[in-house]
C-alpha cells in the first residue's frame, strides 16, 4: 500500500512492522481518516507523533524520533500507555479529554521527565493535542510538537545568573552603604581637629601643612558622599525632598562661591540670572548637580572664561554652562555620562578622577525628572540641564511646603578644586645648601607643596605641574633625580620618564603610583625596573627612598 512505500529513517521501521499483530490491524483494513493522518505525518519535516483509538496506539515521523531516544523503533505501533510509563499521569488525561470529548490542548514549555536513554532525564516540550475526526466521530489524537529543552535551560540559568546579579548588586550597594558610612566617622573626626589647629598655628608653614590635610579630608569626604548617593540610588533609599526654590537666587549663592578660586586660576567666572523663575528642587541635589558641573569646568578650563546662566521656557527651568576649556572629543560625547567612564584627554588640570562626578549628575539630574545633555560649543563644552516646571511630574509623596537649608557641600568641592590649581611656587632654587636638585611633577597642588616642605630641608627642589612643564625644567637646571606621578594632563609619567631617559640616559627617574597593582605599571613603562613609590609614603620612607635613588644619580 502506498502509505507504507518507505522513504527514510522511520520509514524502514515502518515498513517493516507487523500491523496486523497490533491493535490497529493490518494497513489495509485502515479507515481513510487514519491512512490521510498517517501519510500526512510521515511527510512532514515538522515533528509529529498520532495517537490512534482506544488504545492510543502511536504513529510517527523522522523528525520525531530523537525525542523518543531508545524507545525507537518499538514506540512504532506500541500503545502510548507502555510507551510512556514515566509521564503517562501526566499526558493521559490530555489525550482522554481529546480523544473522548474533543477537547484540544496547548503545553507550553511543559517538563516531562522522559528515560530516552533509560534514566529519567528533565526535559521541556511546547506541543498541542487535537482531535481526528473519523466516519464515526473522533478516531485518533495528532500531537504537533518542538522540543525546547535547551531554550528553557538556557532562559533558566539566565534567569539564575540574573538572580545573581541582582544578589550581588544588592550585596555592593550595602558594602558601598556601610564602608562610606565608617569612612564618615574617622573624617568628621579629622576635619574637626585640623580645623582648630589650622586657628591654632603659629607659622605659616605649620599652617599651609594643616589646611593641605584639610582640604584633602574634604576632598575624600566629596568621594565618600558620592558613592553612598550611588549605592542609595541603586537601592531606591535616596528620597527626594522638593520644594518651591528661586532656581537663579540660589544657584547665584552657589556660583559666587568658587569666585575667589576661579580669579585665582585666572578664570572669568560669570553668572547670568535669564530669568526669575521658581521650580521644585531637591536643594541638596541641586547643590550637587551645579558644583559638579561648575568644578567640572574648572578642571577643563585652562584659561578663558566659564558662563553659568539660568533661563526658563514654557516648560523647564534651564541651566546651562559653557566654558572655553578644552572641549570633548565628538567619539566620546555619548559616554560622558556612563559611570566611572574617563574622557581619555591630556588637556585638563589634572587626570585625577574616579568617572562619577557627571554620571551622578545625571541621576540626580532624572530624580527630578529632567534631563541633561553634552555638547561641544566653540573650543569648549556646554552642558545643559532642564528641569520641568510645576509639581505635576513629581510623586506628591516628595513634595514639602518648605524645605530647611541644605546641608553646605560647597567646601568639598572648593578643595577638590583648590587642588588643581597651581599653588605659589615652592621651589627652593639654589637656596639649599646641598648640591642635589630634585624635580617633583604631579598635578595636584598639595602633593607638590608636601614633598617640597619635606624634600626642602635636605635638597634643592623644583616642581611641575605635568610633563611637558618638566621637560623645561630638566633642559634647563639638569636635576639629578625626577619623582613623577603617572597620571598627570599633557604629559603623563610614563611618557616623561621615556623623554627624560632620552634626553639624559643615565639619569635616574622615579614613579608616584597610588595603583595597588605595580607589576601592571611596570609593564607600561619602557625600563620596567624604573623605581616606583607606592602612595601613601610616610616622611620617613620618602626620604630614605630619596636618599637611596641620589646614591645612584651622576652628578649633574
Not at 493 to 513: H, K, N, Q, T
Request: include cysteine; glycine fraction near 8%; aromatic fraction near 8%.
Amino acid at each position: 500500500m502506498e502509505v507504507l512505500n518507505p522513504t527514510a529513517g522511520v520509514d524502514d521501521a515502518f515498513a517493516a512492522r507487523d500491523w496486523a499483530a497490533t491493535a490497529v490491524g493490518a494497513p489495509e483494513t485502515w479507515p481513510q481518516s487514519l491512512r490521510t493522518a498517517v501519510s500526512i505525518c510521515r511527510e512532514s519535516r515538522f515533528p509529529i507523533i498520532l495517537f490512534w483509538g482506544p488504545e492510543l496506539v502511536q504513529f510517527y515521523n523522522e523528525a520525531y524520533r530523537p525525542i523518543l531516544g531508545t524507545k525507537h523503533p518499538e514506540a512504532l505501533g506500541q500503545r502510548a500507555k507502555d510507551c510512556w510509563p514515566e509521564i503517562w499521569g501526566s499526558i493521559e488525561p490530555m489525550l482522554r479529554g481529546v480523544l473522548e470529548r474533543g477537547e484540544a490542548t496547548w503545553s507550553e514549555d511543559l517538563m516531562l521527565p522522559l528515560s530516552k536513554d533509560g534514566t529519567p532525564g528533565e526535559y521541556y516540550f511546547t506541543f498541542s493535542y487535537s482531535p481526528i475526526r473519523d466516519e464515526e466521530g473522533i478516531g485518533g489524537v495528532f500531537c504537533a510538537v518542538t522540543e525546547t529543552t535547551e531554550r528553557v535551560l538556557r532562559a533558566r540559568e539566565s534567569e539564575m545568573r540574573q538572580r545573581e546579579l541582582v544578589e550581588l548588586n544588592r550585596a555592593k550597594n550595602a558594602f558601598f552603604s556601610n564602608i562610606t558610612h565608617e569612612f564618615r566617622t574617622p573624617l568628621s573626626l579629622m576635619l574637626g581637629p585640623l580645623e582648630i589647629a589650622s586657628a591654632r598655628a603659629t607659622d605659616e608653614s605649620s599652617r599651609e601643612a594643616i589646611e593641605s590635610a584639610s582640604r584633602n579630608a574634604q576632598r575624600l569626604l566629596k568621594l565618600v558622599n558620592s558613592l553612598l548617593a550611588f549605592a542609595r540610588i541603586e537601592a531606591g533609599r535616596l528620597e527626594p525632598r522638593f520644594s518651591p526654590t528661586d532656581v537663579a537666587a540660589y544657584t547665584a549663592e552657589l556660583v559666587w562661591a568658587f569666585e575667589s578660586l576661579a580669579n585665582r586660576s585666572g578664570l572669568q567666572l560669570t553668572f547670568e540670572p535669564y530669568a526669575s523663575v521658581t521650580a521644585y528642587l531637591d536643594r541638596e541635589m541641586w547643590q550637587q548637580i551645579v558644583l559638579n558641573l561648575l568644578s567640572n569646568a574648572i578642571k577643563y578650563t585652562r584659561e578663558g572664561s566659564i558662563e553659568l546662566s539660568i533661563d526658563a521656557d514654557e516648560r523647564d527651568v534651564i541651566l546651562r554652562v559653557r566654558d572655553t576649556g578644552v572641549g570633548i572629543p565628538p567619539e566620546h560625547l555619548a559616554r560622558v555620562f556612563e559611570r566611572f567612564y574617563r574622557v581619555p584627554t591630556s588637556e585638563g588640570r589634572t587626570a585625577e578622577g574616579a568617572g562619577i562626578g557627571l554620571a551622578l549628575t545625571k541621576e540626580l539630574v532624572e530624580l527630578h525628572g529632567g534631563s541633561i545633555v553634552a555638547e561641544n560649543h566653540g573650543t569648549g563644552s556646554l552642558f545643559t540641564v532642564r528641569i520641568p516646571l510645576g509639581a505635576a511630574h513629581l510623586d506628591a509623596r516628595r513634595i514639602v511646603a518648605e524645605d530647611g537649608p541644605a546641608p553646605v557641600a560647597v567646601a568639598q568641592f572648593l578643595a577638590e578644586a583648590g587642588a588643581w590649581i597651581s599653588a605659589d611656587s615652592q621651589d627652593t632654587g639654589g637656596e639649599r645648601t646641598g648640591d642635589a636638585l630634585v624635580l617633583v611633577v604631579d598635578d595636584n597642588a598639595d602633593l607638590r607643596a608636601h614633598m617640597t616642605r619635606l624634600l626642602g630641608g635636605r635638597y634643592r627642589v623644583r616642581s611641575a605641574t605635568d610633563g611637558v612643564e618638566a621637560l623645561q625644567i630638566i633642559e634647563q637646571d639638569r636635576p639629578d633625580l625626577v619623582l613623577t606621578d603617572v597620571m598627570m594632563p599633557r604629559m603623563n609619567g610614563g611618557e616623561l620618564a621615556r623623554a627624560f631617559a632620552a634626553e639624559r640616559p643615565d639619569a635616574v627617574i622615579a614613579i608616584m603610583s597610588g595603583y595597588m597593582d605595580e607589576d601592571a605599571l611596570r609593564r607600561t613603562l619602557d625600563d620596567p625596573e624604573t623605581p616606583i613609590l607606592q602612595k601613601p609614603f610616610s616622611a620617613a620612607t620618602l626620604l630614605e627612598r630619596i636618599g637611596a635613588l641620589l646614591v645612584r644619580a651622576p652628578a649633574a
